[in-house]
């Protein structure tokens, strides 16, 4: 299985300011046949499903704002808000789909400073 | 705008199978290329993927639940369902199904319900 690990936690960020959320795959999760990083961030806010924020590991989602960003390849990819809004508070997840059985990382939970 | 809604007993006795079942609306369960997965989230806790049924009816599980799990597809109904046996105290958690598709597994989520296992 490919272990996704994710730092930090949790993350305190003063509205306006960057946040930056890691992760860290046990495996390769790029395909050098599509030149494709099998990796996607999700959202989770209090009460409600996730969300998906980022796919191919930096492509946003329709409707998300630009504001969030993913970046990385290989092993070792980010997640950044650059100017975090009030409602960006929410935990973070990053997931492999490159193989099977599909994993998440532990979570990183962003508040506001 | 497909949306889908689990269903399903919150309550279940340890030993037991747990049965849900989620309603997909705003498109048709057999029509595309989309898997159908569920994935589960104890309280407090993070995402563990289930298992996923494909449109063509093939089916990729979680090893790490020993062959507990059963997937199925039920197009009459635009249905989908989980069955998990030998239920204990550690499978309490909220239950998602989601939609995805090539490029995202989970693109569509359902609001969850809760199973909790308790004699």
């Known amino acids: 299985d490919i272990v996704m690990t994710q730092s930090p936690d949790s993350l305190a960020v003063s509205l306006g300011e960057r946040a930056t959320i890691n992760c860290k795959s046990s495996?390769?999760?790029?395909?050098?046949?599509?030149?494709?990083?099998?990796l996607a961030w999700f959202q989770q806010k209090p009460g409600q499903p996730p969300k998906v924020v980022i796919y191919?590991?930096?492509t946003r989602e329709s409707g998300v704002p630009d504001r969030f960003s993913g970046s990385g390849s290989g092993t070792d990819f980010t997640l950044t808000i650059s100017s975090l809004q009030a409602e960006d508070v929410a935990v973070y997840y990053c997931?492999?789909?490159?193989?099977?059985?599909?994993?998440f990382g532990g979570g990183t939970k962003v508040e506001i400073k | 705008q497909v949306q889908l809604q689990e269903s399903g007993p919150g309550l279940v006795k340890p030993s037991q199978t747990l049965s849900l079942t989620c309603t997909v609306s705003?498109?048709?369960?057999?029509?595309?290329?989309?898997?159908w997965s569920w994935i589960r989230q104890p309280a407090g806790k993070g995402l563990e993927w289930i298992g996923r049924?494909?449109?063509?009816?093939?089916?990729d599980y979680n090893l790490s639940f020993n062959s507990r799990v059963t997937i199925s597809v039920d197009t009459a109904k635009n249905q989908f369902s989980l069955n998990l046996n030998s239920m204990t105290a550690a499978d309490t958690a909220v239950y998602y199904c989601?939609?995805?598709?090539?490029?995202?597994?989970?693109?569509?989520w359902g609001q969850g319900t809760l199973v909790t296992v308790s004699s």
């Open positions: 495996q390769s999760v790029f395909l050098t046949s599509n030149n494709k990083n099998y």
């Open positions: 989601a939609r995805g598709d090539f490029y995202v597994d989970f693109q569509h």
């Open positions: 049924i494909h449109t063509s009816g093939r089916t």
């Open positions: 191919w590991a930096s």
């Open positions: 705003g498109g048709s369960i057999s029509s595309g290329s989309y898997y």
């Open positions: 997931q492999q789909y490159y193989s099977l059985p599909l994993t």
